[in-house]
């Protein structure tokens, strides 16, 4: 069965340093999404991507965050400069389309624990 | 602007049945998902039911949707050691874009 990957699976970096999370969303997928968890809190939505665009973002997702689709297969989330309160789980996901019954439905990676110290 | 609430604990005992309840304030939802997280891993999809739906059964699971008090429960039937994980409910909100609000999870402990 298809499914969303993840790299790397935990990533531990220096307050200030610059992280890029990896994901390969299901092949024939078109939307994507990146979502986070910080520990003991709710899964947040950050944002979701569409032909090379950005469709939504939440208020998380300022200036320090970007998202690139930089070939066929991947798709990735850079945090720039990193604080401590960026650590948490980050999820990706992807669905076959934005609305249309079944095929909207979001399937999501095992995510990548990050933490800044 | 959308929330969904959850009880944050369930003990059961193996064999029972568990049901775990949720509520959201948003009544233009349009789908309405479940999700299991075990330890360490990611979110792996359970089920989902549309708004106009009362009621969905997959298998071990039925999906009860109540609009006019906007509640939504999930039952597992014989519940299994394995059923122990964190479930989370979600909705998607019709007007609100493609992304999914959860609520705060709850922890079901299935004991022997």
């Known amino acids: 069965e298809p499914e969303v990957t993840q790299t790397p699976s935990h990533q531990v970096t220096q307050m200030g340093q610059e992280v890029i999370l990896r994901c390969v969303p299901i092949s024939n997928h078109l939307y994507f999404y990146w979502y986070r968890q910080i520990l003991g809190q709710k899964v947040e939505f950050l944002v979701s991507f569409y032909n090379n665009e950005i469709s939504e973002k939440s208020e998380i997702f300022d200036d320090q965050f970007s998202v690139e689709r930089p070939d066929g297969s991947n798709f990735t989330l850079k945090i720039r400069s990193t604080k401590l309160e960026d650590s948490a789980m980050y999820f990706c996901?992807?669905?076959?389309?934005?609305?249309?019954?079944?095929?909207?439905?979001?399937?999501f990676g095992p995510g990548t624990r990050l933490l800044v110290l | 602007g959308e929330d969904v609430e959850q009880s944050l604990f369930l003990s059961v005992r193996e064999g029972d049945s568990s049901v775990i309840n949720c509520t959201y304030t948003?009544?233009?939802?349009?789908?309405l998902y479940w999700y299991k997280q075990e330890p360490g891993a990611g979110l792996q999809l359970l089920t989902y039911i549309f708004s106009n739906m009362d009621m969905k059964q997959d298998q071990r699971l039925t999906v009860l949707l109540n609009k006019k008090d906007k509640h939504l429960s999930l039952r597992i039937a014989d519940t299994q050691t394995g059923d122990s994980a964190i479930y989370f409910c979600a909705e998607k909100v019709a007007g609100g874009g493609n992304k999914l609000t959860f609520g705060t999870g709850t922890q079901l402990k299935v004991e022997l």
């Open positions: 996901a992807s669905s076959a389309t934005y609305s249309g019954g079944a095929q909207e439905t979001q399937y």
């Open positions: 948003d009544s233009s939802s349009t789908y």
